[in-house]
């Protein structure tokens, strides 16, 4: 006997979130949207639409406009997707590069410091001034240097 499972796609969430799309860019039809996306003939579908969509759609869709799948298909980001169902936040994306150094260079400038000084932190403590102090060089846009890390390791 064949199971038969239930159709859970939620297509009304995917429509909305090419209508969002469509105000962003400020395409007026479904064949402007399609043009953009570079999808052929879906314009004469997008009435009919009423249980699921290729991924070769959701894919291109998502590709040319920058948008997840969780967002396309459920409408919000993949933590929020996961920490709803999971309770807890997960976040598999990667840094950006530069990211990735503002934080390699805060993590030198704390050894640095710490060394110099003759200080010894447990990994939590470390862990919290580095969060710290990238969070502060992130959104001042600078890049760390000793000051800042003595600075910090006075708060801590």
Same mark, same amino acid.
């Given at each position: 006997?064949?199971?038969?499972?239930?159709?859970?796609?939620?297509? $009304? *969430?995917? %429509?909305?979130?090419?209508?969002?799309?469509?105000?962003?860019?400020? !395409?007026?039809? @479904?064949?402007?949207?399609? =043009?953009?996306?570079?999808?052929?003939?879906?314009?004469?579908?997008?009435?009919?639409?009423?249980?699921?969509?290729?991924?070769?759609?959701?894919?291109?869709?998502?590709?040319?406009?920058?948008?997840?799948?969780?967002?396309?298909?459920?409408?919000?980001?993949? $933590? *929020?997707? %996961?920490?709803?169902?999971?309770?807890?936040?997960?976040?598999?994306? !990667?840094?950006? @590069?530069?990211?990735?150094? =503002?934080?390699?260079?805060?993590?030198?400038?704390?050894?640095?410091?710490?060394?110099?000084?003759?200080?010894?932190?447990?990994?939590?403590?470390?862990?919290?001034?580095?969060?710290?102090?990238?969070?502060?060089?992130?959104?001042?846009?600078?890049?760390?240097?000793?000051?800042?890390?003595?600075?910090?390791?006075?708060?801590?």
């Amino acid at each position: 006997m064949t199971k038969k499972y239930k159709n859970v796609f939620p297509i $009304d *969430i995917f %429509l909305k979130q090419v209508d969002k799309i469509m105000q962003e860019y400020d !395409l007026k039809t @479904p064949t402007d949207f399609d =043009r953009m996306a570079g999808l052929k003939n879906m314009a004469n579908r997008w009435g009919k639409i009423t249980k699921s969509v290729d991924t070769d759609t959701l894919l291109t869709i998502a590709k040319r406009f920058n948008k997840s799948l969780d967002w396309l298909v459920f409408g919000k980001e993949a $933590d *929020i997707v %996961l920490q709803e169902h999971y309770g807890e936040i997960y976040d598999a994306r !990667l840094p950006a @590069p530069v990211e990735t150094v =503002r934080l390699a260079e805060v993590l030198s400038q704390i050894k640095s410091v710490l060394t110099m000084e003759k200080k010894r932190l447990t990994d939590i403590q470390e862990a919290r001034l580095a969060a710290l102090i990238y969070e502060h060089c992130s959104s001042e846009k600078i890049k760390p240097d000793a000051l800042l890390v003595k600075r910090y390791l006075l708060l801590a």
